[in-house]
């Protein structure tokens, strides 16, 4: 069958109308490119990068059926339905929750959680918690899956997969963990206790590993890889078995795509590596593969023009970093194994020490001085490595030796001494380097010496740490400087000490010296002196202190009067002092202080009320001012007080204060709601009385207006209270100044963009509208954001077009043409013409000849059971009229009837069609025109009924018994008729039908 452009014509306008009301669309349609090194989606990341391009294969080839929970029985609308999920088994008896879009952006609704937008994969995640907060830490929900395939042992498998994380301050951080059972009957596990916590603990479970995941409002990629040890089965993943420490604010994660697989099949191994990136180009080649083909990445975003197997890298021109490829087969895709294209920087640093004169070789250069050095020398990947070093030179080893013999000689480093002296030694160093050595040598023999000395009163003579205390000779042996014997001679003479006493006498602060030593307090005193025969003279010595005498003398006198002391006069205020002689010779001191009395003066300052009045020393003032007083003091000496007085002014003032319609406020103990001017007396700071005036306003209070949308379906939540229904709406509110207020609410609901589109499409044919192809008749929706934000549905209609058959019967006598559409005939038959109906479809023409040979024919004997005449042709001078009875045709013939029959007319006027019906006696007829005209006029014909013929197979349907498919109203050439009596004959173009019932 043929397409029809028309109807993908229409589909392709509706689309664009559709597409241009709601651009939102338009957007979701530019997806990631993943080879042309541009970030199509404005996501931030580019190719690789972006998770949209993870190559599918990976998803169909994990061993976790369903990993990112597209495939449902049901679309979840409520808590605890992972069984919608197909190929999940809720692995505890706390229940996984699963969310899917199905037509509502925001998931399942009923979840306590939304999970972050959009999903890593499709349209369905899965959500659980790790504990409760009314205390039920071990309140852990888990997901399990039988495996595809089993495990094999020893082999290394990775489970890649995302975590999703909302904004509650509990839920940012948690520790998941993965389990393994080899036997898939062990899920569920737990008895159906809510708090029988992970998996290990019961029986046939194995932690395979554990690690802390974080996040806010995002979902995190973790990979995670282990070692099959045994032929696993089953996998759930979950919490770790650890109490989470947020437990109380109910923790809460999500989980989508878990792919799991062999790790040798996220990564295909590049062929082969050949070249060394430190001192010229790397070529790598892929695998070659059958219908393959190529593309190169480094650093995740596609090389342009790198589509071969190989790729040549110059570390002279191109970028270093991790290059992969990725190969694409009609199976699906891979990525390669990463070759990191860096070159590295090797750097070492070291030191040497070298003898002066010396040197040192390092790459291709000589050193041999002292300093800091950088070369550069090859590696053994034939990269450069950089050499940091310090060379010092070894200095020459140098030391003194101190040392000393009594044998007359002294031998070292092969010479012998026989001298004291200092000498110095040449010799080679531990290092090879010359040392000096300095020796200092001391020679000597054995000596003797006689020592006098003497002691008294017991007390020992030490020599050489001995103690000696009575007279006598005494000996000592000991090493002499040069470590021979020295032979000591103690002649050793005991004495007796010396004693005497005197007394002594001195004036207070003038100090007695005695053999150096000043004494200034009375007391007895000893000292030890040494006599003429070195022994102890003891001396004491009695002091006495004699006193000054001192006396303190004041005198207070009135201003300008004089004093006498001792015959000294003094007038002016002052400290004075007179020595005397004292009886006991010392000296006498009299201080003499004199001070004067002045006339007092000073002020004091007094503020009062205006007409107050305040009493200073008897003295009555009721008027601001400076006032004096003359005073005597209690020395007899005028005082002088000034007395300062201020007033303060009455004060008034006024204050406002607006308030809102039925408050009130309390002014010094006065309460005010009314609005007015009031007035009050208070007292000021100052204390003085003051008058105050108090302004009461209120508040112009006026209705408020706000007006807020939302989609037709949903519902708004205004301050706490939520709203599902358009309309008007009255709530108490406070206004800007916070008086109480009617807030009116104007909620209106915004419809969906709903759009109808009708296709039609013939047997075999298709319809595309919005990359969706539809190829059987129905009903369909497809649901977009419209641009109001609410969703839109585009009702597709797809009906189905018949290809329209039918056939027309002609009669000719033999020798005579047919001539249909171009077509000649001149046998009896069949012949089928193929056109292109008003739908679009095929319409199959059967043109249904019969050629008469004998034009001339009567049935007088034929049986009219049933039957069908068709007054098929009229000659111009109407006395032909060509008959088609059950197949045959007659001209001008008489119809012999046996039986009574019904005989239904339709007539053509003007392109409408006029129907009757009447009933026919059994009687001979002659088909002929005054007849026809007869019967048309007898009384026993049905009111005329008028159709619409403009649609002829419409009209066929409704009326089956006009026999509509045998009209044909090319081949008539004239037709009379009378219809009613009102008519006349008319000259039409048209068909006339009889039916026999």
């Given at each position: 069958m043929k397409t029809k452009n028309g109807s993908k014509l229409l589909a392709a306008w509706l689309l664009l109308a559709f597409l241009v009301g709601n651009?939102?669309?338009?957007?979701?349609?530019?997806?990631?490119?993943?080879?042309?090194?541009?970030?199509?989606?404005g996501d931030g990341l580019i190719d690789l990068n972006d998770s949209d391009c993870d190559c599918v294969d990976l998803i169909a080839n994990s061993l976790i059926p369903?990993?990112?929970?597209?495939?449902?029985?049901?679309?979840?609308?409520?808590?605890?339905?992972?069984?919608?999920?197909?190929?999940?088994?809720?692995?505890?008896?706390?229940?996984?929750?699963?969310?899917?879009?199905?037509?509502?952006?925001?998931?399942?609704?009923?979840?306590?959680?939304?999970?972050?937008?959009p999903y890593p994969d499709g349209e369905g995640c899965i959500g659980f918690r790790d504990g409760r907060s009314n205390g039920q830490p071990n309140y852990k929900e888990y997901a399990g899956a039988c495996l595809t395939e089993t495990m094999e042992q020893g082999t290394m498998y990775r489970l890649d997969f995302f975590v999703g994380f909302h904004d509650d301050p509990g839920s940012l951080t948690f520790d998941l963990a993965v389990f393994a059972s080899v036997d898939c009957d062990n899920l569920p596990?737990?008895?159906?206790?809510?708090?029988?916590?992970?998996?290990?603990?019961?029986?046939?479970?194995?932690?395979?590993?554990?690690?802390?995941?974080?996040?806010?409002?995002?979902?995190?990629?973790?990979?995670?890889?282990?070692?099959?040890?045994?032929?696993?089965?089953?996998?759930?993943?979950?919490?770790?078995?650890?109490?989470?420490?947020?437990?109380?604010?109910?923790?809460?994660?999500?989980?989508?795509?878990?792919?799991?697989?062999?790790?040798?099949?996220?990564?295909?191994?590049?062929?082969?590596?050949?070249?060394?990136?430190?001192?010229?180009?790397?070529?790598?080649?892929?695998?070659?593969?059958?219908?393959?083909?190529?593309?190169?990445?480094?650093?995740?975003?596609?090389?342009?023009?790198?589509?071969?197997?190989s790729l040549v890298i110059d570390p002279a021109t191109d970028v270093q970093g991790e290059y992969v490829v990725v190969v694409s087969t009609p199976a699906g895709c891979s990525n390669s194994a990463a070759f990191s294209a860096v070159i590295p920087n090797y750097t070492a640093e070291t030191s040497f020490e070298i003898c002066p004169g010396e040197s040192i070789e390092i790459?291709?250069?000589?050193?041999?001085?002292?300093?800091?050095?950088?070369?550069?020398?090859?590696?053994?990947?034939?990269?450069?490595?950089?050499?940091?070093?310090?060379?010092?030179?070894?200095?020459?080893?140098?030391?003194?030796?101190?040392?000393?013999?009594?044998?007359?000689?002294?031998?070292?480093?092969?010479?012998?001494?026989?001298?004291?002296?200092?000498?110095?030694?040449?010799?080679?160093?531990?290092?090879?380097?010359?040392?000096?050595?300095?020796?200092?040598?001391?020679?000597?023999?054995?000596?003797?010496?006689?020592?006098?000395?003497?002691?008294?009163?017991?007390?020992?003579?030490?020599?050489?740490?001995?103690?000696?205390?009575?007279g006598g000779m005494y000996f000592q042996t000991i090493d002499n400087a040069a470590g021979c014997d020295s032979t000591i001679m103690l002649m050793l003479t005991e004495y007796q000490p010396f004693f005497s006493s005197f007394d002594a006498m001195t004036c207070e602060?003038?100090?007695?010296?005695?053999?150096?030593?000043?004494?200034?307090?009375?007391?007895?005193?000893?000292?030890?002196?040494?006599?003429?025969?070195?022994?102890?003279?003891?001396?004491?010595?009695?002091?006495?202190?004699?006193?000054?005498?001192?006396?303190?003398?004041?005198?207070?006198?009135?201003?300008g009067q004089e004093v006498v002391v001792n015959n000294q006069s003094y007038i002016e205020a002052g400290q004075y002092s007179q020595m005397l002689t004292a009886s006991n010779g010392c000296d006498s001191l009299i201080n003499i202080s004199i001070t004067n009395s002045p006339s007092?003066?000073?002020?004091?300052?007094?503020?009062?009320?205006?007409?107050?009045?305040?009493?200073?020393?008897?003295?009555?003032?009721?008027?601001?001012?400076?006032?004096?007083?003359?005073?005597?003091?209690?020395?007899?000496?005028?005082?002088?007080?000034?007395?300062?007085?201020?007033?303060?002014?009455?004060?008034?003032?006024?204050?406002?204060?607006?308030?809102?319609?039925?408050?009130?406020?309390?002014?010094?103990?006065?309460?005010?709601?009314?609005?007015?001017?009031?007035?009050?007396?208070?007292?000021?700071?100052?204390?003085?009385?003051?008058?105050?005036?108090?302004?009461?306003?209120?508040?112009?209070?006026?209705?408020?207006?706000?007006?807020y949308e939302f989609c037709l379906g949903e519902s708004i939540t205004i301050d706490g209270v939520e709203y599902d229904q358009p309309g008007q709406y009255q709530v108490e509110a406070l206004d800007q100044q916070g008086c109480e207020t009617v807030l009116n609410l104007n909620i209106v609901g915004l419809p969906g963009a709903n759009t109808d589109v009708s296709f039609g499409i013939c047997d075999g044919d298709e319809v595309t509208v919005n990359n969706e192809t539809y190829t059987l008749p129905g009903s369909y929706i497809q649901t977009f954001d419209a641009v109001n934000g609410c969703d839109s549905m585009l009702h597709i209609l797809v009906a189905a077009l018949e290809d329209a058959s039918f056939e027309d019967f002609y009669e000719i006598c033999w020798g005579d043409t047919l001539e249909v559409n171009g077509q000649s005939y001149t046998e009896t038959g069949l012949y089928p013409q193929t056109f292109t109906a008003a739908n679009g479809c095929d319409s199959i023409f059967t043109v249904n000849l019969f050629v008469e040979s004998d034009c001339e024919a009567c049935i007088f004997d034929q049986d009219f059971n049933t039957g069908e005449i068709v007054i098929n042709r009229i000659s111009p001078d109407k006395?032909?009229?060509?008959?088609?009875?059950?197949?045959?045709?007659?001209?001008?013939?008489?119809?012999?009837?046996?039986?009574?029959?019904?005989?239904?007319?339709?007539?053509?006027?003007?392109?409408?069609?006029?129907?009757?019906?009447?009933?026919?006696?059994?009687?001979?007829?002659?088909?002929?025109?005054?007849?026809?005209?007869?019967?048309?006029?007898?009384?026993?014909?049905?009111?005329?009924?008028?159709?619409?013929?403009?649609?002829?197979?419409?009209?066929?349907?409704?009326?089956?018994?006009?026999?509509?498919?045998?009209?044909?109203?090319?081949?008539?050439?004239?037709?009379?008729?009378?219809?009613?009596?009102?008519?006349?004959?008319?000259?039409?173009?048209?068909?006339?039908?009889?039916?026999?019932?």
């Open positions: 651009p939102s669309i338009l957007l979701a349609q530019n997806a990631e490119v993943c080879d042309n090194g541009i970030d199509d989606d369903n990993p990112s929970f597209e495939e449902m029985t049901c679309c979840p609308d409520n808590e605890a339905m992972l069984n919608c999920a197909v190929g999940w088994i809720q692995a505890s008896a706390p229940t996984t929750d699963y969310t899917h879009i199905c037509g509502n952006t925001q998931g399942n609704l009923a979840l306590m959680y939304e999970s972050p937008q596990f737990g008895f159906g206790d809510f708090d029988f916590g992970c998996p290990t603990n019961g029986p046939g479970w194995d932690e395979l590993g554990e690690m802390t995941v974080s996040g806010m409002n995002e979902w995190k990629n973790v990979v995670f890889e282990f070692e099959a040890t045994r032929a696993y089965e089953a996998l759930v993943i979950g919490p770790a078995c650890a109490p989470n420490p947020n437990v109380e604010q109910d923790p809460y994660f999500f989980f989508d795509r878990l792919v799991f697989a062999e790790q040798a099949t996220f990564e295909t191994p590049l062929a082969s590596i050949e070249g060394n990136i430190c001192d010229g180009p790397v070529t790598l080649t892929a695998e070659e593969q059958a219908d393959a083909s190529y593309q190169w990445y480094v650093d995740g975003v596609a090389i342009a023009g790198a589509t071969e197997t790459g291709d250069e000589v050193y041999d001085e002292e300093g800091l050095f950088e070369a550069t020398i090859p590696a053994s990947d034939g990269c450069d490595s950089t050499i940091v070093f310090t060379i010092a030179f070894e200095g020459m080893f140098e030391q003194t030796i101190d040392d000393s013999t009594c044998e007359g000689s002294y031998e070292y480093n092969g010479v012998v001494y026989e001298v004291s002296g200092t000498y110095e030694v040449s010799i080679d160093s531990p290092t090879g380097c010359d040392s000096l050595i300095t020796l200092n040598l001391e020679i000597g023999s054995d000596t003797e010496q006689l020592i006098f000395a003497g002691t008294c009163n017991e007390v020992p003579y030490i020599l050489n740490g001995e103690m000696y205390t009575m602060g003038v100090p007695y010296v005695w053999n150096d030593v000043e004494y200034s307090e009375s007391g007895v005193y000893m000292q030890t002196l040494v006599s003429k025969s070195d022994c102890d003279s003891i001396v004491t010595m009695t002091l006495a202190v004699m006193q000054d005498v001192m006396t303190d003398v004041s005198y207070e006198v009135c201003e007092v003066s000073g002020q004091v300052g007094f503020e009062i009320c205006e007409g107050d009045e305040i009493q200073v020393n008897n003295e009555v003032y009721n008027a601001a001012g400076t006032y004096t007083q003359t005073l005597i003091s209690q020395m007899g000496c005028d005082s002088i007080l000034t007395v300062n007085v201020s007033t303060f002014p009455p004060m008034s003032g006024s204050s406002t204060f607006t308030l809102c319609p039925g408050e009130s406020v309390m002014i010094m103990g006065e309460s005010f709601s009314t609005p007015g001017v009031f007035s009050q007396t208070t007292i000021d700071q100052n204390g003085c009385p003051a008058a105050m005036t108090i302004i009461i306003e209120n508040f112009v209070v006026e209705e408020l207006s706000e007006e006395n032909e009229l060509s008959l088609v009875f059950d197949g045959q045709s007659y001209l001008n013939m008489t119809l012999c009837l046996e039986k009574s029959f019904t005989l239904v007319a339709a007539l053509l006027i003007e392109n409408e069609m006029y129907y009757q019906e009447g009933f026919i006696s059994p009687e001979c007829i002659v088909m002929n025109e005054d007849k026809l005209n007869n019967l048309l006029q007898d009384s026993h014909w049905k009111s005329t009924q008028k159709f619409d013929f403009s649609n002829a197979q419409k009209l066929a349907l409704e009326y089956p018994d006009l026999h509509m498919s045998q009209l044909n109203f090319e081949k008539l050439d004239y037709l009379y008729a009378k219809v009613e009596q009102n008519f006349k004959k008319i000259k039409v173009g048209g068909s006339f039908a009889m039916q026999l019932r």
